[in-house]
């Protein structure tokens, strides 16, 4: 595509494209171009692994069917299962019992493999919630805020600003609070009951994934609405304004494949944030209910047994390290997909 | 637009170094001089605001610092001729947070308590030791034969001193004749009256509600116009200019326990009323102890220096040789510990998570000590299903304490049966006659197998066959370490009796101690929680009767005379507590030992898990003590030279 | 564009005093007070009474509020309620500099090597250079500072000794101007770590950010026209094309800047540097209300100012940007 000319005559060259390319739609399209970038695949079907082990690590999904008891199904151990004698034995133990660890275990001799299959539902689910609230909701406010009047705009960028300013602990205690204090007292009806059964159904998280991702849009907008700041001022807006484009097409079609990239890749190096966030909680008791376990609880549980007990930090933060990767390594090929113009490059 | 934004940041860390360089002026010893007349002039003037002090005090430190760095130059320059002055013998320490405070009337905390017992001292002190209560302050005191009125002798010789920061000296403080002023019985009349003082607002007031008269002073209204005389009735009275004299409510035989700690010190009230809460800077403070406060950054160090004035230095008491103390207030353990094993600190805790590896490799510096606390679960005697004595004492005989305290916890904590710590007069630890089950074999009791057959035995009965419909909810506040023995003993008991249910949930401290409170609504209290005790005083007043009995303490696990199985054990314990009080010591120990048995094993209001210990390390050129209440830094040994052999490697 | 910032200076004034009425209440919707227990004991009712009869907390809330907010006005932030000699604005005196020079150095760091890491691996797009400034970029962001922190003390204090393993070079009494550390070998001796392991996760979101929008900016219609007209390779980037690229680095600076600067509670508490984010953390746990609100209104002030400052700077950076 190596031709130069006017915006005016790329414009008009892009819109025949989309012409010839009809029938087809643009996720369609995005997605083949994924397919072709081997890294993010790979990422990708790493993470299904992933979130297939950890749905998978007992039978829960399928108990609920037959009826029986949970047991275990990937995860050799369940995850609270104690063993006092054995504990903080490192990895590849084997008992008289006929017992074996491949990972160790930890200060309670609970199996180190286990602990982090089933830690990966919190850590996961927490990213995946907690990204998708937070992109979902930022890119719609800062695209509005963005394409509308400045005085709007103004207004909107104030309203985030007075969230900035809002302290997510004292929230997230008076959340934990006021739901667990209702749990507790068995007074829960309606709506409130409803989210309180959502709430077992998490470990007693949900409310932890509502409140990061409420309160994690904010930098997501301000990304998105600089983003649509600049991207309206562009020619090609202009000449799609010319022709008469409704605001809607331009938004859609016009500005929200051009500012999606950066806003992808903000969020994919946000999930670390995410899970660390999680683990911070859990660190100042916010958290999941022990003895669930999380990687972020996992490793804030033991960092100070570093140099003593390394395998328990270092399983679980390998666990995490590695799933960050692959959620960058997909940001970035979903980032090329996105991007109209490499297409075919 | 790259290079405008090289240049851009290249100016700004340009204009960073030149107001650095700037706001250094080159202040000689004439300004320092000047400024101090100024100061000098206004803590003199009454009419002078803090803020103009502190704003004269700043200038003056900055005029010094400067001054002092032009002579260091000045020195650099040419080869200095004097012999470089001795360092002062120095430790290294952590006080483990920031204290919140160093005034002895507000003290609440162990590490306000450690700085304030440096530099205060009161009338008498437990030893590290013996753990007795031995003379401090008072050379000897004496009571009435109910024990209700304690005379205490005073030393004659303990000057007030202030640290002077211009000249870096400590000065004796001096009265209106020109006199050093030296700490007498009106000093600790005051010091007592102003903790129970309604202006004061102590947090810890109630502690000294035992001395007739301070709950009336401490509940008055500071601007009715009897106050006066309300405050003048407190029993607390200087019968001479040596000599004080308190009256109890009550014959309290455990007094000169009380008044060890640093809420009953001597405080010097002129400094107090002429400035206000900032007394306690270095500057302004005085006090009469081993060591003089004369820096205080907050949230990053102290100094204390050694007070060469105080008179007990040489002797038994004063028998350490550490000039110069340097406070750090490192909160991470780990962090603490790193800087211990690259020689920045002398001696500090060990990590739990660090315990095994310590104890192996560095044994020699590795020492865990008792102290005097007590970690237990309380039982919710009103919440169902834990409202049934049957099942408190199966949960508490399914507690396997001695694997607990091995393989979790790992500091050599004890193995507790009884609530009442072993550093306390009236104490039972370890008695097989109360709650055997909680002890192991060699210890006399019955090891931890057949209690669990004794606990299945007892649920079966209460209708609870193997655990089966038992739901038990326990709660506990953040940290690791409770999280990690709440989650052993879910283990253990669901292990012990396989078909009940336990729910583990945390809550932060301020919502917990909330949450458990006895006035809470039933459905909101956990049926089981965990909280630790550690004693104020070394007797066992402080345990079986201020925190437990029903008429007293918080009374969260909600003890109650009416309850239907436990009621008349529930009126036996309360009485016994209070019988104990004026009873004779033997007498008082065989009652003490029976509320033991009634609350642990009767009962049942509560599981004792262990009593605790601090694990630390220490290096080879420091002897320390391990203590109770405060750390007595004046008894410590320390080898400079070692020290500073080991440093220069 | 003096008359926006006018405006946007005025408009600072009702969004300051939301934040601190919302505040305000929530942190007053905790349960349990600041005076409620000592340790673990309960304190009785009278004790209580005195205390609250000495802060005020007997007054209604509004009232509270309202003596808070003239206060405040003043520049009196009112006691620590923890800390009972300090006032808040000691607190703040104390704790805001050191805090400050930790999260400006980590951002100068981040900022330093992130944007030239992140323009060579979008020049350089799907090359080894870009995969190899990307790999390092993410581990960078995927270790946990809880574990990167201690190893980075062991390593370097315990076992090599070379540096001290924890704690701030320098403190409130040291500072030229209340917020300048004295640059000497002992403040860079300390500051090392900390700034490394705050730096590293800043510079990793930096660099991925100058990346992707620099190899969106690249594929622009402007930036083929300027190549096509000629122009040198180093003038297109540089000049056309970073301009537009930088933009949402910048547009997060603006939260980042103010969140580093008002400290960070994880690297402050393993390092034991005396920094704001620990007093917030701790003045929560303690229910000790005027610090919280005075920590937060610091933070909030620095962060609409930070935020107006990134505005200003999209309309010099992309003059297509107007505030009329």
Known sequence: MAVAGTPEELDRLRTTQEVARRGRSPLADAFRQLLKNRLAVASGLFLIFVVFVSVFADDALISIFTGKEVEPLIAPYHFAEVNFRLHDQGPLTRTEEGDFYLLGVDYLGRDMLSRTIYGGRVSLSIAIVAATVSLVIGVAYGIISGYSSPRVDNLMMRFVDFLYGFPLIIFIILLQVYFKALARSGSAEGIAGFFIGIDNAFGGMFFLFIAIGLLNWLAMARIARGQTLSAKEKEYVDAAKSVGASDRRIVSKHILPNIIGPCIIYETLQIPTYIFLEAFLSFIGLGVNPPTPSWGIMISETYRGLRTFPHEVFVPAAALVLVVLAFNFLGDGLRDAFDPRLRGS | ??????????????????????????????????????????????????????????????????????????????????????????????????????????????????????????????????????????????????????????????????????????????????????????????????????????????????????????????????????????????????????????????????????????????????????????????????????????????????????????????????????????????????????????????????????????????????????????????????????????????????????????????????????????QHAEDPDIAPWALTEEKGGTGYAKAVEMGKGLLAEAGFPNGAGLDILLMHNVSEGHARIAQAVQAMWQEAYPEMTVSVETQEWRVYLDTIRASSAIEQVPNVFRLGWCGDYPHANNWMHEVFNPDEGANRIRLSVDDPQVGDLVKEYAETTVAAQVASPAEADALYKRAEILLNDEIVGIAPIYYYTTVNVTKPWLERSFDQIKRHFFQWELDWDAKQAALEQ | MVRYIIRRLLSFIPVLFAISLVIFMMARALPGGPFDFAGDRTIPASVVANLEQKYHLDWPVWRQYLAWVWDALRGDLGPSFYYRSLTVNDLLKQTLPTSFQLGVLSLGLALIIGIPAGTIAALKHNKAADHASSFVAIMGVSIPNIVLAPLLIYIFAVLLGWLPAARWGADYTDYALGFIPPLNRQFWEHAIMPVLVLGTALTAVIARLTRGSLLQVLREDYIRTARAKGLREKSVVGIHAMKNAIIPVITILGPLFAAIVTGTFVIEQIFGINGMGQHFIDSINNRDYPVVMGTLLVYSVILVVANLFVDIAYAWLDPRIRYE
Not at chain 2, 63 to 83: C, F, L, N, R, S
């Open chain 2, 1 to 426: 637009m790259k290079s405008k934004l090289l240049t851009f940041m290249g100016l700004l860390v340009l204009a960073g170094l030149v107001l650095g360089a700037c706001a250094q002026p080159a202040a000689d010893d004439s300004q320092v001089t000047e400024l101090q007349a100024q100061l000098d002039a206004a803590l003199a003037d009454a009419g002078a605001s803090d803020e103009e002090i502190a704003a004269l005090q700043e200038q003056l430190e900055t005029a010094k610092e400067a001054a002092a760095a032009a002579a260091a130059a000045a020195a650099e320059a040419v080869p200095a001729e004097e012999p470089m002055e001795p360092q002062p013998v120095t430790l290294d320490y952590n006080f483990g947070t920031e204290p919140p405070t160093a005034d002895p009337s507000l003290a609440t905390d162990t590490t306000s308590s450690n700085l304030i017992g440096s530099i205060f001292m009161g009338l008498t002190d437990q030893d590290d030791v013996t753990k007795e209560i031995v003379p401090s302050l008072a050379t000897s005191w004496a009571s009435s034969e109910d024990k209700t009125v304690w005379t205490f002798q005073l030393r004659d010789d303990i000057p007030w001193v202030q640290y002077n920061t211009t000249t870096g000296e400590v000065d004796p403080v001096l009265d209106d004749d020109g006199n050093p002023r030296i700490v007498n019985a009106n000093d600790v009349v005051y010091g007592v009256k102003r903790t129970c003082d309604p202006n004061t607002a102590s947090d810890y007031a109630w502690l000294l509600y035992s001395i007739k008269g301070c709950e009336a002073l401490n509940s008055a209204d500071p601007s009715a116009e009897d106050f006066q005389d309300v405050y003048g009735a407190m029993s607390v009275v200087a019968l001479d200019d040596f000599t004080v004299e308190f009256t109890t409510e009550f014959g309290a035989g455990f007094f000169p326990g009380v008044v060890s700690m640093a809420n009953l010190y001597p405080t010097p009230q002129w400094i107090i009323e002429d400035k206000g809460d900032r007394w306690i800077e270095p500057g302004f403070i005085v006090t009469n102890g081993a060591y003089v406060m004369s820096e205080w950054v907050h949230g990053d160090h102290l100094i204390l220096e050694k007070n060469p004035l105080w008179p007990l230095w040489g002797t038994d008491y004063g028998s350490g040789n550490i000039e110069r103390i340097f406070g750090v207030t490192i909160e991470e353990a780990s962090t603490s510990f790193a800087m211990y094993q690259n020689d920045e600190l002398d001696t500090a805790g060990v990590p739990l998570e660090e315990v095994d590896r310590v104890k192996a490799e560095m044994a020699s510096e590795f020492k865990n000590s008792p102290i005097n606390c007590t970690y237990y679960y309380g039982f919710v005697t009103e919440k169902p299903p834990t409202d049934d004595v049957r099942v408190r004492k199966a949960l508490s005989m399914g507690i396997d304490r001695a694997t607990l305290v091995e393989t979790v916890t790992k500091g050599g904590q004890i193995p507790a049966n009884t609530f009442t710590n072993p550093l306390n007069f009236g």
